[in-house]
């Protein structure tokens, strides 16, 4: 137990260090339950596990997912001490080696033999199923402390289950009650042990019909627990029509292609968990290509499944009614097949073809067969069982280990890991993206030009081939136009927002493109900025902001006569916009020479916002123009005490009156200042 407790934890004390990533966003950084105290635990205890970063009424897959207590952990620990993720990754990995030391307990008690065979069977199992590269993503990715929860709670559901069975005392039932129904709310893979318990009582355990049924009862009594409070909570599971890509990768497959792609996945599997190489957390399309039944790989798996299904079903038979000895493989694949099923994608859309974490229980079961081969071969070929230990078992152990520790640092963030799996996962639209934005916000904070460059170039590739991959992918398109808004390619930017948009998109899009007209009209491209906000007001609701910059943009133009039209009729809409005074009151006095008019609109816009630096200096000009030297200082120190960042000529603007008034001293201070802030500015 030692050896199992340390193992663990040497295995992943090198996560301890790391950031949150991936799936961590949605349930746990940006999850509006998660940091919503008291009233978050209420909300996830009566919502989708999704609503809290989704929003109300939105889901990502058919019949929604509920995995409260997990949600709750997080909630706790996020009032507790906030997002502090190595206590997070600390947790997992303690998490993970107690599950580990309690699946070592729940194998003895299954073998129940004296024999010390049957104590290495269990001992090299768990050393097998914890070492095993596919558990990286369950224990670095803070998020999947759901399935280790689950982990626990249904294994103690099984120990106490055979706990029952072998004294008969009604503690153990309540106990698997407990345990079950608790497995279930952090996450539902727990449900397939309604499957498992019975499975390991029928093969190692001599059948009572009596205590048979009261355990039965006891388990189908938690599991409808579970569905009852479910219903109470959150209501019927709802059916929706998952018509996106990356939540239903099968949308534009037919259903040949989908049953011979899922039987194609089923044979991954296994061959990961043989030859766990090319690993990843991406196996969104096409990580996993459509194939059809001409595939011999789909053939292949969907005889090994029927047939190691059937046989196992047959030593179940032997077992039960003939008194055959127990049947390890059989046992280890009926356990494989029943955890995995719930993760098939037969039963339940799973929203991708496959996932490593998916069959981080069901592993389990090919631990053990891994394990009775071993212990097979040491009996027959090499007569001394402990031998294992170190000819077969430690260089396993060893391997996989040394794997286990190098795929753990691809989860070191977001950035790592979605740059290092798109190597794998090259085909997969979701993990090219994710890899384009991820590069894309790295670059931001380059200070070298030549890195940042070659990293926008990278960010553009990765996004231009998620798009390729997945035409429709609206995520892609906005971040796509945030490369090319880095890169000053204004244009191109545009067009990638304006395609968004034709997607459907309508969160971030606006604002990314309000973003760029002003970016525009900053640089004075006043043309192309025109066209963006003319283009935001024909898209989307008009603006007091916008038009003004509609406006504005005609003035630069040249066009003033439509900027005062556009003015006029956005000072009817919106009698309180001040831009707007602001602006007519400028054109009159600088282009129109109509300083009445131009007085006018200032001052109603000084009367509604008297903090307005813009206005307060244009006053002082107006003063000054007038010959009211003293009123045109005042303004202009109005203006002076709103400026964010003062400018050389407001100080150059304050020297002049103070010389109209025959003040040089003062009028000197104030040209040092000016001459100050320019040469700050140079």
């Not at 961590?24 to 809290?52: C, R, S, W, Y």
């Not at 011979?260 to 990843?280: D, R």
């Amino acid at each position: 137990m030692l050896i199992i407790f340390i193992l663990s934890i040497l295995l992943y004390v090198n996560t301890w260090d790391f950031g949150f990533a991936s799936d961590d966003t949605m349930m746990i950084t940006q999850n509006e339950f998660t940091k919503g105290g008291p009233e978050g635990l209420i909300k996830i205890l009566t919502t989708d596990a999704f609503v809290g970063y989704l929003g109300e009424g939105k889901s990502l897959l058919s019949g929604g997912r509920y995995r409260p207590l997990s949600q709750w952990i997080f909630n706790l620990q996020y009032s507790t001490h906030g997002l502090s993720p190595k206590l997070w990754h600390i947790q997992n990995t303690l998490f993970f080696a107690f599950s580990m030391l309690l699946l070592y307990i729940t194998l003895l008690k299954i073998f129940r033999r004296s024999n010390p065979q049957w104590t290495s069977l269990a001992f090299i199992t768990t050393l097998i199923a914890l070492s095993h590269p596919l558990n990286t993503e369950v224990v670095a990715n803070i998020k999947s402390f759901d399935l280790l929860l689950s982990l626990v709670f249904s294994l103690a559901a099984l120990f106490w289950s055979l706990s029952w069975y072998d004294t008969h005392k009604p503690i153990y039932l309540l106990g698997v009650f407990i345990s079950l129904f608790l497995g279930i709310l952090a996450k539902e893979t727990a449900l397939t042990f309604l499957g498992i318990i019975p499975l390991t009582i029928l093969f190692f355990r001599a059948i009572g019909k009596m205590e048979f049924s009261i355990l039965m009862t006891v388990v189908v009594a938690s599991i409808a627990s579970y569905f009852v409070f479910r219903i109470q909570m959150v209501g019927l599971p709802e059916s929706i029509e998952v018509a996106e890509l990356l939540n239903n990768p099968f949308v534009a497959a037919s259903d040949s292609e989908k049953y011979a792609t899922i039987l194609f996945t089923w044979w991954h599997y296994i061959q990961l968990y043989i030859l766990p190489i090319s690993l990843t957390h991406d196996y969104y399309p096409y990580t996993i290509e459509l194939t059809n039944w001409s595939n011999p790989l789909v053939i292949l798996s969907l005889a090994l499944y029927i047939t190691m299904t059937i046989w196992s079903l047959y030593q179940l038979y032997l077992t039960v009614f003939k008194r055959k000895l127990n049947s390890f493989v059989a046992y280890g694949w009926l356990f494989y097949i029943f955890v995995f099923s719930i993760s098939s994608n037969i039963f339940v859309s799973i929203g991708a073809f496959m996932n490593e974490r998916f069959i981080f229980i069901a592993n389990i079961g090919l631990a053990l067969i891994f394990a009775h081969f071993i212990l097979l071969f040491s009996k027959r070929f090499l007569h001394n069982t402990p031998a294992i230990l170190y000819l077969f078992t430690i260089p396993l152990v060893i391997i996989f280990g040394l794997k286990t520790i190098d795929r753990n640092h691809a989860w070191e963030d977001d950035y790592t890991l979605f740059t290092t799996d798109v190597l794998v996962s090259h085909n997969s639209a979701k993990c090219n993206v994710s890899a384009g934005g991820k590069t894309y916000e790295k670059a931001k904070t380059e200070y070298n030009p030549m890195q940042k460059a070659k990293m926008l170039d990278d960010a553009e590739l990765f996004l231009k081939k998620g798009i390729q991959i997945h035409p429709k992918y609206v995520q892609a398109y906005i971040l796509l136009g945030n490369v090319y808004f880095e890169k000053e390619d204004y244009n191109l930017a545009f067009k990638s927002y304006v395609q968004s948009i034709r997607l459907g998109e309508r969160r971030d899009a606006p604002s990314n493109i309000k973003s760029l007209g002003l970016k525009l009209h900053n640089i004075k491209e006043y043309k192309s900025s025109l066209d963006v906000f003319q283009y935001y007001e024909g898209e989307f609701k008009s603006e007091s902001e916008v038009v003004y910059y509609i406006a504005d943009n005609y003035l630069n133009l040249n066009n003033l006569d439509t900027a005062i039209i556009i003015l006029n009729n956005l000072i009817k809409q919106d009698s309180t916009y001040d831009e707007a005074y602001n602006k007519l009151g400028e054109i009159y006095g600088k282009y129109k020479n109509n300083f009445s008019a131009s007085e006018y609109y200032l001052f109603k816009a000084y009367e509604i916002n008297p903090k307005n630096a813009s206005v307060c200096e244009n006053l002082g000009v107006l003063h000054g123009i007038r010959g009211n030297a003293e009123q045109s200082i005042y303004f202009f120190e109005k203006a002076l005490s709103n400026m964010k960042k003062p400018n050389a000529q407001i100080y150059q603007n304050i020297a002049n009156s103070y010389l109209a008034l025959g003040d040089k001293e003062k009028a000197t201070q104030y040209f040092e200042k000016a001459k100050v802030v320019q040469s700050n500015n140079q």
